[in-house]
């Protein structure tokens, strides 16, 4: 960009007036990096910009002024250094253009864009958390009963939940597992992770969500579900996993599921891209869904999309979460259990009042044609 005189008298009055170099930059419309350039050349300094007010996520917004030459195409690595930001320490969550102005060389947009911290793990971290070399674990048989036992794990947020926070918990499901089972079923009803993301912290729609460390939480959930898994496989006949993706970690549930049916070559899995399933132990018949999607047609899905599982079940059991409070409710025979979760509120839960239900997993024992017993963990 080219320089007039009037214009570097301009940057230099604005300068002794206490403005920052983007508050400069907009004022003479012209982009924050031309501006700070220029500054550096003639030797102005501007005030330093007041202290940023972080939301509880990290996250801030920035607005400023970009210039694109015709033809250019900016990355968002560009856009990020056209507003003054680090990009291997900043992410964009949000951003918008809308035209300022045109000139005979380039055309001027004004930029707003909001930003979250990068978690900081690089290509190859990530690479060694998913790819790393998995060691199968093989747990031998000590006990079995003649009972089935379901254990529904929905909605436990690791990022926002620790393991720390659940240790009581597991404990108690371990000490329910070892008494014993014909077949045990673990169900992985989706948003067993917070973010759907390694380097944001977003739902599967890009929804922006209170910042956390998600290489911690896909460790602590391997602690937390690995132990389960081990002390199924120690006292049942036959142990299953099914998962089904949430909102929050539809992909990331799906990748971490599988690096368990690796590890567990015991385990038999069934892990899914789709929104549904079902299975039948001895004549009880279970369809699980995450809870966001058709919810209402839940019952007669069912019915149509596993009519084998369905017609052979004496007893007939929908299992969805999402919302993290219990609800059951009989459905013309069909038992609806909306299940709850032992996360803590969040910041948007706190926001919004979400912060009365009574935080609670239960666990599910069933003889060959019906519901036996309930654990309240």
Do not use: C
Request: proline share 4%.
């Amino acid at each position: 960009m080219f320089w007039t005189d009037k214009q570097i008298n301009q940057l230099r009055q604005l300068a002794s007036n206490g403005l920052t170099k983007r508050e400069a930059a907009d004022q003479l419309g012209v982009t924050y990096d031309s501006l700070r350039k220029k500054a550096r050349r003639v030797g102005v300094s501007f005030a330093d910009p007041e202290p940023v007010e972080y939301d509880a996520d990290g996250t801030q917004s920035s607005e400023t002024i970009i210039k694109v030459v015709r033809g250019q195409q900016l990355s968002p690595d560009d856009i990020l250094r056209a507003h003054g930001y680090d990009p291997k320490q900043w992410k964009i969550a949000r951003a918008t253009s809308n035209f300022w102005k045109q000139t005979p060389t380039a055309t001027l947009y004004q930029s707003k864009i909001q930003l979250v911290p990068a978690s900081g793990i690089s290509p190859e971290e990530l690479s060694a958390i998913l790819n790393g070399t998995v060691e199968p674990v093989t747990v031998p048989t000590d006990r079995y009963g003649e009972r089935n036992l379901i254990v529904p794990l929905y909605d436990l947020h690791f990022g926002i939940t620790t393991l720390l926070q659940l240790t009581p918990t597991l404990n108690n499901i371990i000490d329910t597992i070892q008494h014993g089972y014909q077949h045990i079923v673990i169900i992985l009803g989706g948003d067993t992770l917070h973010s759907d993301y390694m380097n944001a912290t977003m739902t599967v729609k890009g929804t922006q969500l209170d910042h956390v460390d998600t290489v911690r939480a896909w460790q602590e959930a391997k602690q937390f579900t690995g132990a389960i898994i081990e002390a199924a496989l120690a006292n049942s006949k036959h142990v299953t996993l099914y998962a089904i993706g949430g909102n929050h970690d539809f992909d990331m549930q799906w990748a971490f599921v599988d690096g368990l049916a690796d590890r567990y070559p015991q385990l038999s899995v069934h892990n899914t891209t789709e929104y549904r399933q079902a299975f039948r132990l001895g004549h009880v018949g279970i369809l699980i869904a995450h809870g966001d999607m058709a919810l209402r047609k839940l019952p007669m899905l069912f019915a149509t999309e596993y009519p084998e599982i369905w017609s052979n079940s004496s007893w007939r059991e929908v299992l969805y979460g999402h919302f993290h409070h219990e609800v059951v409710n009989d459905d013309s025979g069909v038992i609806i259990r909306q299940l709850g979760t032992p996360k803590p509120s969040d910041n948007y839960e706190k926001k919004n009042g979400y912060t009365m239900s009574s935080r609670s997993l239960k666990l599910f024992e069933y003889d060959d044609s019906r519901l036996r017993v309930t654990y309240d963990e």
